[in-house]
């Protein structure tokens, strides 16, 4: 159980163009996903909270209009890099806590489980 | 300020050898400490999940120990094996939605 996709696994994308990155939690509903962002040798970097429903919560230094976040239904949320250059390219890896339909978490710890990730290359 | 340091940065072991990785956080107030290891090009996976009132947790050859006074956590690794090659992660949560990540400890197992 509690399996989260990503899709596409590897984009390669030319300067200016806008990427989607699609991230599913296939058997359990999660009102609340979060994106990261990694680069080679660092660890994760939380960039945005997705709550479905509502506007997503960025965290500080991350451009809203550049990372469009869309947390269209209990099982998915996409990113949107926009007008994507060399300097966004990264490992991009989201994560879905299980919750109910009101967004109650089902774990006592609030575990929250990861995708298989989305390497970015913008050329 | 909320932090979370992991050591060492990188650790190379023989294969058969145990290891331990540290953690130390100044996360305040605490909820729960995760181990979580990133296999190169994948996404984390738990190994371990602790709360203020446990100090021990197994999960296979995976130990994860949590001393709350002192804020510091250990992940020992008994009698590695190359499958263990990853990036292993310790995560400090202060709340349902605040969490906050360490830098992570690469370690590769060699023949």
């Known amino acids: 159980g509690a399996v989260v996709s990503q899709h596409p696994s590897r984009v390669i994308c030319k300067s200016g163009t806008s990427v989607k990155i699609e991230c599913r939690s296939l058997?359990?509903?999660?009102?609340?996903m979060f994106w990261y962002r990694q680069f080679p040798k660092q660890s994760l970097m939380l960039m945005a909270t997705?709550?479905?429903?509502?506007?997503?919560?960025?965290e500080q230094g991350v451009e809203k209009d550049k990372f469009l976040i869309n947390h269209a239904s209990l099982t998915l949320s996409t990113l949107t890099v926009t007008s994507a250059h060399p300097e966004d390219s990264s490992f991009y890896i989201c994560?879905?806590?299980?919750?109910?339909?009101?967004?109650?978490?089902?774990?006592?710890?609030?575990?929250?489980?990861f995708g298989p990730g989305t390497r970015l290359t913008v050329l | 300020k909320n932090q979370v340091e992991q050591s060492p940065q990188s650790l190379i072991i023989l294969e058969g050898k145990n290891c331990t990785l540290q953690?130390?956080?100044?996360?305040?107030?605490?909820?729960?400490l995760r181990w979580y290891k990133q296999d190169t090009g994948r996404g984390p996976v738990s190994l371990t999940i602790?709360?203020?009132?446990?100090n021990t947790k197994s999960n296979g050859r995976y130990t994860a120990t949590l001393d709350a006074d002192t804020k510091q956590s250990s992940l020992h690794i008994t009698a590695s094996q190359l499958s263990d090659s990853a990036s292993y992660i310790c995560?400090?949560?202060?709340?349902?939605?605040?969490?906050?990540f360490g830098t992570g400890t690469s370690l590769t197992v060699i023949p």
């Open positions: 994560s879905a806590r299980p919750t109910t339909e009101r967004g109650v978490p089902l774990s006592s710890y609030n575990e929250q489980f």
């Open positions: 997705s709550n479905e429903g509502s506007k997503a919560t960025y």
């Open positions: 953690c130390n956080y100044t996360v305040s107030p605490f909820s729960n």
């Open positions: 995560v400090v949560s202060r709340s349902s939605n605040q969490f906050y």
């Open positions: 602790m709360t203020f009132s446990e």
């Open positions: 058997d359990f509903q999660a009102t609340t």
